[in-house]
């Protein structure tokens, strides 16, 4: 596991994400996952250590065990992201295609649900994709649309790039139509658990003509420690059918017009 069909070194969050699944329920020790990943116990150390600062593990002696349960203010890893309510994801990514036309300027935020609709962008022709998302620029690289990444700090949590670095580009682009998610999401607005990150999601509110939040419903009444954005910088919000009806009525009092998959 420790490098690709093309014998690529993994990045430290690609080791993390399959850390955790060898870890699975129980206590696995350091040799065991140093041969399950193919790489130096010095190596798992490491990225244990990362994993244990986030609250995604706990050290024991000689090895570590998941931590789970009522952990629900750690942000999940980006892999783990892929795989919550996929099926969901996928109905809102098609939902939020629909808003978009041949030839607009879009941009495509970071996260598991936005990139759901990058993947889907292959139907639609001229585009102009502007991202903070590795992931989804990988997914564009070799599509016809013009693609501009945005520049910043890489984080390798969500495998994006953010912080007052992205201020050069961001400044000078204007927007079309610009596509967010979310880690958490209440009355007060989005909000996500990096400064950096909430602070290149309010320069992109700032820039573009209209926003659009893709959220499953698992997000609602969940607070982080950044906020990102109010409600009242979003247009539209797409969602699934288990929105609560308080945020019905929260989100029509806005003005934002509900986009249910």
């Known amino acids: 596991m420790g490098s690709n069909g093309n014998n690529r070194k993994l990045l430290s969050p690609e080791r993390e994400d399959l850390i955790l699944a060898a870890l699975g329920d129980g206590v696995r020790t350091i040799a065991e996952l140093a041969g399950a990943l193919q790489v130096s116990e010095a190596t798992v150390r490491r990225d244990l250590h990362s994993l244990e600062n986030r609250g995604a593990v706990q050290r024991v002696h000689g090895g570590a065990i998941r931590v789970g349960g009522d952990d629900e203010k750690r942000e999940p890893l980006f892999h783990e992201k892929t795989t919550l309510r996929a099926a969901e994801k996928e109905r809102i990514a098609e939902a939020a295609l629909a808003l978009i036309e041949d030839g607009d300027s879009i941009y495509l935020d970071g996260g598991s649900t936005v990139l759901a609709l990058a993947r889907k962008l292959g139907s639609r022709r001229n585009l102009t994709v502007v991202t903070n998302s590795l992931m989804a620029a990988a997914e564009l690289m070799e599509s016809r ?35 967010f998610g979310t880690i958490g999401f209440t009355a007060a607005g989005v909000s996500t658990t990096d400064p950096g990150e909430a602070f290149t999601k309010k320069l992109i509110l700032g820039r573009a003509g209209m926003s659009v939040l893709l959220a499953d419903s698992g997000k609602f009444g969940r607070a982080s420690l950044v906020n990102a954005g109010t409600l009242d910088d979003f247009r539209f919000v797409v969602t699934d059918s288990g929105i609560p009806p308080e945020f019905m009525k929260i989100l029509k009092k806005h003005n934002i017009e509900i986009i249910q998959a």
């Open 145 to 179: 649309h013009r693609l501009i990444l945005l520049g910043g700090e890489f984080r390798p949590l969500s495998r994006t790039l953010v912080g007052p670095l992205t201020t050069p580009i961001g400044e000078a682009l204007h927007i079309g139509k610009a596509f």
